[in-house]
């Protein structure tokens, strides 16, 4: 089973930046699309930014494109999410996920493995 763990959460002010991080181990050959979803409180988790390997990145275009930048490294299995103009509409628990279909889901339900998810909290 692939084990997939996230780090670089944490408190932002507006308009700043971070780094999120997903590592990946395990059956990893398996692998052939790694995504970031999010979740708020109270709201139902949501695709993010997702790449295949070998393919272009795929963006929730209505709330992150020219802000947010997917990118992966196919040797090592990592994954980056890196994060500018930070907005409190951001602030959610950010998951890693993974599966195996030949294109990049937005649906959770098609993903077959989940990372224990990192908080990011923008507020000033």
């Known amino acids: 089973q692939v084990q997939l763990v996230e780090s670089g959460g944490g408190l932002v002010q507006p308009g700043g930046s971070l780094r999120l991080s997903c590592v990946a181990s395990?059956?990893?050959?398996?692998?052939?699309?790694m995504s970031w979803f999010r979740q708020s409180p109270g709201k139902e988790r949501e695709f993010v930014a997702g790449?295949?390997?070998?393919?272009?990145?795929?963006y929730d275009t209505e709330s992150v494109k020219g802000r947010f930048t997917i990118f992966r490294d196919n040797f090592d299995k990592r994954m980056w999410l890196e994060m500018r103009s930070l907005q409190s509409e951001d602030t959610a628990v950010y998951y890693c996920?993974?599966?195996?279909?030949?294109?990049?889901?937005?649906?959770?339900?098609?993903?077959?493995?989940w990372g224990q998810g990192t908080q990011v909290t923008v507020s000033s």
């Open positions: 790449i295949m390997w070998g393919g272009n990145p795929i």
């Open positions: 996920a993974a599966t195996w279909l030949g294109e990049v889901p937005r649906v959770s339900s098609d993903y077959n493995s």
């Open positions: 395990g059956p990893t050959s398996r692998i052939n699309v």
